[in-house]
């Protein structure tokens, strides 16, 4: 596709429910990041890939987040036992190689913890 | 620990009316700056900026960076209703030994109102 693409747009879950959130970056960019936008702030880096490896997961705000990139293309974030601080809007972002080059963010997945 | 302020916080122009919009920030071994305009989606890339006194210019926007300062400006000129956003300033800094992989930090944003 042109962009790069988030899915769901929205979701809602109850507290303690697991959550999967797709992105799918624009062809051919190597780098991939992962967001956390909470309501008045800026993203927060979470965690970033090269290919399918997974180089920094420094951002991850606790053991119940998890992420994979396994070919190297779709990224899924995955958040398990879902706690209310967990609502967010959670960013994509993609480029083409490592720096030196802007990266291009969807539009996001906004979850709403219950 | 890396960190990037930017005011106004918030700011009300009406059509016609230029802002500047301020990023200062603290970042070992910085790589670059970035401006995104974020609107109800995704941010959007405005400017990348790495070296320090040249301006980039796009239509109505522009932006300079001062390195020895460490801070940015983002200038809007004539503004738009469609000039609404929220503008967000970010750093990128070289990992160990220099190297980098694009990891950036945000700035709170500049929620940017633009009245008819």
């Known amino acids: 596709g042109a962009g790069v693409s988030q899915s769901p747009r929205y979701k809602v879950a109850k507290r303690g429910q697991d959550v999967a959130l797709r992105c799918d970056p624009i062809?051919?960019?190597?780098?991939l990041f992962w967001y956390q936008q909470a309501l008045g702030q800026g993203p927060e880096f979470l965690t970033y890939?090269?290919?399918?490896?997974?180089?920094?997961k420094s951002g991850l705000p606790s053991d119940r987040f998890f992420a994979e990139r396994p070919e190297g293309s779709v990224s899924t974030l995955k958040i398990q036992r879902t706690q209310q601080e967990d609502s967010a809007v959670y960013l994509c972002?993609?480029?083409?190689?490592?720096?030196?080059?802007?990266?291009?963010f969807g539009d996001g997945t906004r979850l709403s913890i219950l | 620990e890396d960190k990037v302020v930017q005011s106004p916080l918030s700011l009300v122009v009406h059509e016609g009316d230029t802002v500047t919009l301020n990023c200062s920030y603290e970042?070992?071994?910085?790589?670059?700056l970035l401006w995104y305009k974020q609107e109800k989606k995704a941010p959007t890339f405005l400017f990348m900026l790495?070296?320090?006194?040249i301006e980039k210019k796009s239509g109505r926007l522009s932006s300079i960076l001062d390195k020895k300062e460490l801070f940015s400006i983002l200038n809007i000129t004539a503004t738009q209703t469609g000039d609404s956003a929220i503008y967000l300033c970010?750093?990128?800094?070289?990992?160990?030994?220099?190297?980098?992989?694009?990891?950036?930090?945000f700035g709170q944003g500049t929620i940017l109102t633009v009245h008819p």
């Open positions: 790495t070296s320090s006194g």
């Open positions: 972002a993609s480029s083409y190689r490592d720096t030196n080059q802007p990266q291009h």
């Open positions: 970010a750093v990128e800094a070289s990992g160990a030994g220099g190297t980098s992989y694009g990891k950036l930090t």
């Open positions: 970042v070992t071994n910085f790589r670059s």
């Open positions: 890939f090269q290919n399918e490896a997974q180089l920094d």
């Open positions: 062809s051919g960019h190597v780098s």
